[in-house]
């Protein structure tokens, strides 16, 4: 029924440049950087790529053929694909799209700041008091509405006449920023004991479960899995696109991104012996020793750092884009709204949920492990399932644009058997991880 008015992508680059804007953001250069250093350097990363690989690529193939079948937003589009029960899954979707955006336009705020501050009047020679002062308040809560006022803006404008043409322009001005900078932090003298950090594996690291489950996780949040934002763009797409190539070149340009603001971070952090900053504060760390590093360089760090921050503003922008799309596009087909009236009450209602966050770091934290870790899981887990066993018949969608028989078949083998598995010990482990983020919370610091 919707299919007729339903807007639609103008070119098949529009919306692989719309998906990659989603995958690419915040995740890349602020998640990932943290969570290599956190569990082990290089063997961290190539756990990541066989995340990527064997959960990431599928499930994304899962919600493009779930979303392109049904033409419709996540809570439709699981009614029609599962029947009346899974309509909880998209709601499911909806709320984490609101809990993530809520706290992500925060921390995009601050890098709205960083760069403010590298154009107007250079970092401050402190920048861990800086951050102190500057990520909770008055300001973070400016800058987190003038944020949000931004990413309605766009939503307003409608899939093509907004977000496609913003993600045209805006994704390959990052990419030529995360390159430039990497060629840049490569002449660095010292960033060689960055590289060594990043790219040599030392074993140890390699098995245990909750390493597995940071990998997956941080794969899910990169790649925008499991809460329907993928399968929200596919809905606007017309039906001729091979879809298994589309998820492995989106899927291999957000690790692309991964990799080389790995590039960048860790070559500048080594470079000024500041790798011990990293592990102290898990949320601060690109926000105090990536600038800290920025002040040594003198003039040119005001440039770089002007780069660096313009290209992690920009990559929030479009991933906070398809989390509002999610919603908006929810609150269109299931309630009614018009397009305008949709993206502005939902964007109004996540600004609100958001303040809290832009006052404590405990809450943003708290929303990071319960809706960008745990619902994520929870969410591919249950898609899995209905893909993989309730409602196998998606494949024929697939199959539509892409002809490798042998191939569809792995894949729907992988998303019944494999993913399942390896969710299971994500939801557990980063279950564990909510209920003790929310006891360290009650118990104070
Ligand atoms: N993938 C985005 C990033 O890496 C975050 C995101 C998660 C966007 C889930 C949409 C949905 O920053």
């Not at 690291?205 to 996780?217: D, G, I, R």
Request: net charge positive; glycine share 12%; proline share 3%.
């Amino acid at each position: 029924m919707e299919a007729q008015s339903r807007e639609a992508w103008g070119t098949k680059l529009g919306f692989i440049l719309a998906a990659v804007g989603s995958a690419v953001g915040l995740g890349n250069m602020w998640r990932f950087p943290y969570a290599v250093s956190d569990k082990g350097g290089a063997a961290f990363v190539i756990l990541y790529i066989v995340m990527v690989i064997v959960v990431g690529v599928p499930i994304m193939l899962s919600e493009f053929a779930v979303g392109r079948r049904a033409r419709l937003s996540p809570i439709g589009a699981l009614r029609e694909t599962g029947g009346p029960r899974w309509m909880t899954l998209g709601y499911l979707y909806v709320l984490t799209g609101v809990v993530i955006l809520a706290y992500y336009s925060v921390i995009a705020g601050w890098a709205m700041r960083y760069t403010l501050e590298a154009l107007l009047s250079g970092f401050s020679t402190e920048p861990g008091q800086y951050f102190e002062r500057s990520s909770t308040g008055v300001g973070a809560a400016l800058y987190h509405i003038v944020f949000m006022g931004i990413t309605i803006s766009i939503v307003v404008g409608g899939v093509k006449a907004g977000i496609e043409r913003v993600s045209l322009v805006l994704m390959p001005v990052l990419f030529l920023l995360v390159v430039g900078l990497a060629i840049y932090a490569a002449t660095l003298g010292g960033a060689g004991a960055g590289y060594s950090f990043y790219l040599r594996p030392r074993l140890g690291h390699f098995f245990s479960a909750s390493t597995l489950a940071a990998a997956a996780s941080q794969a899910f949040f990169s790649l925008s899995l499991g809460m329907g934002a993928m399968l929200t763009y596919a809905s606007y797409l017309k039906r001729d696109e091979n879809l298994p190539g589309s998820a492995a070149a989106i899927s291999f340009s957000d690790f692309g991104v991964a990799f080389v603001g790995g590039l960048v971070v860790f070559p500048v952090i080594f470079a000024f012996g500041l790798q011990g900053e990293i592990g102290a504060s898990p949320l601060g760390a690109l926000f105090i020793s990536v600038p800290r590093a920025f002040v040594e360089m003198g003039a040119a760090g005001r440039v770089v750092g002007l780069m660096f921050f313009t290209a992690l503003l920009v990559g929030a922008l479009t991933s906070a884009i398809s989390l509002l799309e999610v919603v908006t596009s929810s609150l269109i087909d299931h309630w009614k709204l018009d397009r305008t009236r949709a993206a502005l009450g939902a964007g109004l209602v996540i600004l609100f949920v958001g303040l809290p966050c832009a006052y404590d770091l405990n809450v943003l934290g708290l929303f990071d492990a319960v809706a960008g870790e745990f619902f994520l899981g929870v969410g591919a887990f249950f898609l899995a399932l209905l893909v993989g066993w309730r409602a196998p018949e998606v494949a024929d969608e697939v199959r539509r644009g892409f002809s490798r028989e042998a191939l569809i078949r792995g894949w729907l083998w992988v998303v019944r058997v494999v993913v399942p598995i390896i969710l299971a010990v994500v939801i557990y482990d980063r279950g564990k991880n909510v209920l003790q983020t929310i006891q360290s919370l009650i118990a104070g610091p």
